[in-house]
Protein backbone atom coordinates (compact mmCIF):
# COMPACT_ATOMS: atom_id res chain seq x y z
CA UNK A 1 0.00 0.00 0.00
CA UNK A 2 0.92 3.61 -0.74
CA UNK A 3 2.46 5.76 2.14
CA UNK A 4 1.21 9.06 1.92
CA UNK A 5 3.53 12.13 2.96
CA UNK A 6 2.60 14.14 5.52
CA UNK A 7 1.97 16.78 3.43
CA UNK A 8 -0.67 14.80 1.99
CA UNK A 9 -2.03 13.58 5.53
CA UNK A 10 -2.02 17.56 6.76
CA UNK A 11 -3.89 18.07 3.67
CA UNK A 12 -6.69 15.45 4.22
CA UNK A 13 -7.31 16.24 7.95
CA UNK A 14 -7.66 20.00 7.21
CA UNK A 15 -10.62 18.65 4.58
CA UNK A 16 -12.00 16.24 7.55
CA UNK A 17 -11.79 18.83 10.32
CA UNK A 18 -13.84 21.16 7.63
CA UNK A 19 -16.59 18.57 6.77
CA UNK A 20 -16.53 18.04 10.79
CA UNK A 21 -17.31 21.28 11.56
CA UNK A 22 -19.91 21.50 8.38
CA UNK A 23 -22.14 19.30 9.87
CA UNK A 24 -21.76 20.35 13.34
CA UNK A 25 -22.87 23.50 11.86
CA UNK A 26 -25.26 22.02 9.66
CA UNK A 27 -26.85 19.73 12.29
CA UNK A 28 -27.33 23.01 15.33
CA UNK A 29 -29.45 24.41 12.10
CA UNK A 30 -31.67 20.99 11.34
CA UNK A 31 -32.04 21.33 15.12
CA UNK A 32 -34.37 24.08 14.83
CA UNK A 33 -36.86 22.96 13.10
CA UNK A 34 -37.06 24.99 10.12
CA UNK A 35 -36.47 22.24 7.25
CA UNK A 36 -38.46 19.20 6.81
CA UNK A 37 -36.26 17.09 8.83
CA UNK A 38 -34.56 17.58 11.96
CA UNK A 39 -31.22 16.09 11.20
CA UNK A 40 -28.73 15.92 8.20
CA UNK A 41 -29.89 13.68 5.68
CA UNK A 42 -26.37 12.86 4.01
CA UNK A 43 -24.24 10.25 5.12
CA UNK A 44 -20.30 10.52 4.74
CA UNK A 45 -18.47 8.18 2.96
CA UNK A 46 -14.83 7.48 2.31
CA UNK A 47 -14.67 5.03 -0.40
CA UNK A 48 -16.89 3.30 -2.83
CA UNK A 49 -17.77 0.66 -0.75
CA UNK A 50 -19.20 3.43 1.71
CA UNK A 51 -20.99 4.86 -0.65
CA UNK A 52 -22.99 1.95 -1.45
CA UNK A 53 -23.61 0.60 2.00
CA UNK A 54 -24.62 4.24 3.11
CA UNK A 55 -27.01 4.31 -0.21
CA UNK A 56 -28.83 0.93 0.74
CA UNK A 57 -28.52 0.94 3.88
CA UNK A 58 -27.40 -2.56 4.88
CA UNK A 59 -24.80 -2.29 7.36
CA UNK A 60 -21.73 -4.08 6.52
CA UNK A 61 -21.95 -4.58 3.12
CA UNK A 62 -18.76 -2.13 2.95
CA UNK A 63 -16.43 -4.47 4.55
CA UNK A 64 -17.31 -7.35 2.28
CA UNK A 65 -17.26 -5.03 -0.54
CA UNK A 66 -13.81 -4.13 0.25
CA UNK A 67 -12.56 -7.67 0.96
CA UNK A 68 -14.58 -8.94 -2.48
CA UNK A 69 -12.56 -6.15 -4.85
CA UNK A 70 -9.21 -6.83 -3.60
CA UNK A 71 -9.93 -10.36 -5.03
CA UNK A 72 -11.87 -10.15 -8.28
CA UNK A 73 -13.26 -7.60 -10.59
CA UNK A 74 -15.76 -5.06 -9.80
CA UNK A 75 -18.52 -6.57 -12.29
CA UNK A 76 -17.15 -9.97 -10.09
CA UNK A 77 -17.86 -8.86 -6.86
CA UNK A 78 -21.60 -7.10 -7.88
CA UNK A 79 -22.72 -10.95 -8.90
CA UNK A 80 -20.62 -12.42 -5.76
CA UNK A 81 -21.67 -10.33 -3.19
CA UNK A 82 -24.88 -12.15 -3.98
CA UNK A 83 -23.45 -15.67 -1.96
CA UNK A 84 -23.20 -13.43 1.25
CA UNK A 85 -26.62 -12.52 0.96
CA UNK A 86 -28.05 -16.01 -0.08
CA UNK A 87 -26.03 -17.04 2.99
CA UNK A 88 -28.10 -14.11 5.19
CA UNK A 89 -25.26 -12.66 6.34
CA UNK A 90 -26.81 -9.60 6.82
CA UNK A 91 -29.75 -10.04 8.61
CA UNK A 92 -32.38 -11.28 5.90
CA UNK A 93 -35.26 -13.26 6.46
CA UNK A 94 -36.62 -14.49 3.35
CA UNK A 95 -36.32 -15.07 -0.32
CA UNK A 96 -37.54 -12.12 -1.18
CA UNK A 97 -35.74 -9.64 0.72
CA UNK A 98 -32.60 -11.55 -0.03
CA UNK A 99 -33.00 -11.19 -3.52
CA UNK A 100 -34.00 -7.46 -3.00
CA UNK A 101 -30.99 -6.63 -0.69
CA UNK A 102 -28.57 -8.91 -3.31
CA UNK A 103 -29.63 -6.99 -6.21
CA UNK A 104 -30.43 -3.09 -5.29
CA UNK A 105 -26.40 -3.47 -3.71
CA UNK A 106 -24.86 -5.00 -6.94
CA UNK A 107 -25.98 -1.97 -9.10
CA UNK A 108 -25.27 0.53 -6.20
CA UNK A 109 -21.81 -0.88 -6.96
CA UNK A 110 -22.17 -0.33 -10.34
CA UNK A 111 -22.97 2.54 -10.77
CA UNK A 112 -20.50 3.61 -8.06
CA UNK A 113 -23.31 4.76 -5.49
CA UNK A 114 -23.90 8.24 -7.11
CA UNK A 115 -27.32 7.38 -9.20
CA UNK A 116 -30.93 7.11 -7.44
CA UNK A 117 -30.93 3.79 -10.06
CA UNK A 118 -30.26 1.25 -7.10
CA UNK A 119 -33.36 2.72 -4.65
CA UNK A 120 -35.48 4.57 -7.31
CA UNK A 121 -35.03 2.31 -10.32
CA UNK A 122 -36.26 -0.92 -8.65
CA UNK A 123 -39.86 -0.41 -7.39
CA UNK A 124 -39.62 -4.01 -5.82
CA UNK A 125 -38.65 -7.85 -6.72
CA UNK A 126 -41.51 -10.56 -5.94
CA UNK A 127 -41.94 -14.16 -6.27
CA UNK A 128 -44.23 -15.41 -8.59
CA UNK A 129 -46.05 -18.90 -9.84
CA UNK A 130 -45.53 -20.44 -13.11
CA UNK A 131 -48.47 -22.40 -14.47
CA UNK A 132 -46.16 -25.77 -13.68
CA UNK A 133 -46.65 -24.29 -10.11
CA UNK A 134 -42.78 -23.72 -9.81
CA UNK A 135 -41.54 -20.47 -8.45
CA UNK A 136 -40.09 -17.60 -10.65
CA UNK A 137 -38.44 -14.08 -9.68
CA UNK A 138 -39.76 -11.15 -11.15
CA UNK A 139 -38.12 -7.68 -10.99
CA UNK A 140 -40.05 -4.45 -10.99
CA UNK A 141 -38.04 -1.56 -12.78
CA UNK A 142 -39.47 2.15 -12.81
CA UNK A 143 -38.42 5.06 -14.81
CA UNK A 144 -35.31 6.10 -12.82
CA UNK A 145 -33.41 2.85 -13.75
CA UNK A 146 -32.80 4.64 -17.07
CA UNK A 147 -29.61 6.52 -14.93
CA UNK A 148 -27.97 3.37 -14.32
CA UNK A 149 -26.96 2.82 -17.79
CA UNK A 150 -27.71 -0.52 -20.38
CA UNK A 151 -24.76 -2.18 -19.04
CA UNK A 152 -25.43 -1.51 -15.28
CA UNK A 153 -29.66 -2.43 -16.24
CA UNK A 154 -28.30 -5.72 -18.22
CA UNK A 155 -26.15 -7.09 -15.02
CA UNK A 156 -28.99 -5.96 -12.52
CA UNK A 157 -31.13 -9.14 -14.15
CA UNK A 158 -27.99 -11.79 -14.08
CA UNK A 159 -27.49 -10.74 -10.27
CA UNK A 160 -31.06 -11.52 -10.17
CA UNK A 161 -30.63 -14.63 -11.96
CA UNK A 162 -27.46 -15.99 -9.63
CA UNK A 163 -28.97 -15.23 -6.50
CA UNK A 164 -32.37 -17.21 -7.65
CA UNK A 165 -30.10 -20.04 -8.87
CA UNK A 166 -28.51 -20.41 -5.81
CA UNK A 167 -32.45 -20.03 -3.41
CA UNK A 168 -33.10 -22.75 -5.85
CA UNK A 169 -35.98 -20.95 -7.16
CA UNK A 170 -36.93 -21.92 -11.25
CA UNK A 171 -36.65 -19.85 -14.37
CA UNK A 172 -39.53 -17.18 -15.60
CA UNK A 173 -41.81 -19.39 -18.35
CA UNK A 174 -44.11 -16.25 -20.36
CA UNK A 175 -47.28 -17.41 -21.53
CA UNK A 176 -47.58 -16.72 -24.88
CA UNK A 177 -50.26 -13.60 -24.26
CA UNK A 178 -47.18 -12.69 -22.02
CA UNK A 179 -44.67 -12.21 -25.02
CA UNK A 180 -46.92 -10.21 -27.30
CA UNK A 181 -47.91 -7.73 -24.19
CA UNK A 182 -43.89 -7.28 -24.50
CA UNK A 183 -43.32 -6.42 -27.61
CA UNK A 184 -46.58 -4.26 -28.22
CA UNK A 185 -45.88 -1.99 -24.70
CA UNK A 186 -42.16 -1.91 -26.22
CA UNK A 187 -42.84 -0.60 -29.14
CA UNK A 188 -45.69 1.75 -27.86
CA UNK A 189 -42.67 3.08 -25.38
CA UNK A 190 -40.24 3.96 -27.90
CA UNK A 191 -43.37 5.87 -29.59
CA UNK A 192 -43.52 8.12 -26.11
CA UNK A 193 -39.67 8.06 -25.25
CA UNK A 194 -37.80 7.60 -28.33
CA UNK A 195 -35.43 4.59 -27.21
CA UNK A 196 -31.76 4.57 -27.98
CA UNK A 197 -32.35 1.14 -29.73
CA UNK A 198 -35.44 -0.73 -30.60
CA UNK A 199 -35.17 -4.37 -30.70
CA UNK A 200 -36.59 -6.36 -33.44
CA UNK A 201 -40.09 -8.17 -32.97
CA UNK A 202 -37.59 -11.69 -33.38
CA UNK A 203 -35.18 -10.11 -30.89
CA UNK A 204 -37.57 -9.33 -28.47
CA UNK A 205 -39.35 -12.63 -28.18
CA UNK A 206 -35.66 -14.22 -28.08
CA UNK A 207 -35.12 -12.32 -25.09
CA UNK A 208 -38.03 -12.50 -23.63
CA UNK A 209 -38.39 -16.56 -24.50
CA UNK A 210 -35.04 -17.29 -22.57
CA UNK A 211 -34.55 -14.65 -20.00
CA UNK A 212 -34.81 -16.61 -16.59
CA UNK A 213 -35.53 -13.59 -15.14
CA UNK A 214 -39.25 -12.40 -15.61
CA UNK A 215 -38.35 -8.53 -15.99
CA UNK A 216 -41.85 -6.52 -14.98
CA UNK A 217 -42.22 -2.94 -14.21
CA UNK A 218 -44.54 -0.34 -12.55
CA UNK A 219 -46.65 2.14 -14.60
CA UNK A 220 -44.53 5.13 -15.88
CA UNK A 221 -46.53 6.58 -18.45
CA UNK A 222 -50.33 8.11 -18.85
CA UNK A 223 -50.81 6.09 -22.02
CA UNK A 224 -52.42 2.36 -21.94
CA UNK A 225 -51.60 -0.46 -23.88
CA UNK A 226 -54.74 -1.29 -26.48
CA UNK A 227 -54.36 -4.78 -27.20
CA UNK A 228 -53.01 -7.79 -24.78
CA UNK A 229 -54.79 -5.47 -21.85
CA UNK A 230 -56.06 -7.09 -18.57
CA UNK A 231 -53.61 -10.14 -18.00
CA UNK A 232 -53.67 -12.36 -14.95
CA UNK A 233 -49.60 -11.70 -14.07
CA UNK A 234 -49.22 -8.26 -15.72
CA UNK A 235 -50.84 -6.03 -13.05
CA UNK A 236 -51.43 -2.81 -14.91
CA UNK A 237 -52.92 -1.88 -18.75
CA UNK A 238 -50.21 1.28 -18.20
CA UNK A 239 -47.20 1.36 -20.07
CA UNK A 240 -44.15 0.44 -17.71
CA UNK A 241 -41.19 2.32 -18.91
CA UNK A 242 -38.46 0.83 -17.01
CA UNK A 243 -39.44 -3.02 -17.82
CA UNK A 244 -39.07 -1.52 -22.02
CA UNK A 245 -35.65 0.21 -20.81
CA UNK A 246 -33.91 -2.62 -19.25
CA UNK A 247 -35.33 -4.99 -22.24
CA UNK A 248 -34.24 -2.42 -25.10
CA UNK A 249 -31.72 -0.62 -23.88
CA UNK A 250 -30.08 -2.99 -21.32
CA UNK A 251 -30.30 -6.95 -22.36
CA UNK A 252 -30.88 -5.85 -26.54
CA UNK A 253 -28.63 -2.99 -26.87
CA UNK A 254 -25.91 -3.91 -24.39
CA UNK A 255 -25.93 -7.79 -25.16
CA UNK A 256 -22.42 -8.20 -26.47
CA UNK A 257 -21.08 -6.95 -23.46
CA UNK A 258 -23.26 -8.52 -20.98
CA UNK A 259 -22.19 -11.55 -22.57
CA UNK A 260 -18.89 -11.15 -21.91
CA UNK A 261 -19.64 -10.92 -18.52
CA UNK A 262 -21.52 -13.99 -18.98
CA UNK A 263 -18.63 -15.74 -19.87
CA UNK A 264 -16.39 -14.13 -17.43
CA UNK A 265 -18.37 -15.39 -14.23
CA UNK A 266 -18.98 -18.84 -16.22
CA UNK A 267 -23.15 -18.41 -15.61
CA UNK A 268 -25.41 -21.16 -17.46
CA UNK A 269 -28.41 -20.41 -19.43
CA UNK A 270 -27.05 -17.30 -21.28
CA UNK A 271 -25.77 -18.82 -24.38
CA UNK A 272 -28.59 -17.17 -26.40
CA UNK A 273 -27.25 -13.58 -25.77
Known sequence: MTEISPHMQAY???LNAGLAKAMEVAQAARKTGIDPETHVEIPIANDLADRVEAQ?????V???IREL??????EEAALHIGDDFAAKKF?????EEILDHAIR???ALLTEGVVSAPIEGIAKVAIKKNDDGSEYLSIYYAGPIRSAGGTAQALSVLVGDYVRNILGISKYKPREEEIERYIEEIRQYN???S????PSEREMRLIISNCPVCIDGEPTEKEEVSGHRNLERVETNTVRGGMALVIAEGLALKAPKVLKNVRKMKMDGWDWL
Open 56 to 60: VGITG
Open 191 to 193: SIM
Open 12 to 14: YDR
Open 69 to 74: EAEMSR
Open 195 to 198: LQYL
Open 91 to 95: GETNK
Open 62 to 64: ATR
Open 105 to 107: TSM
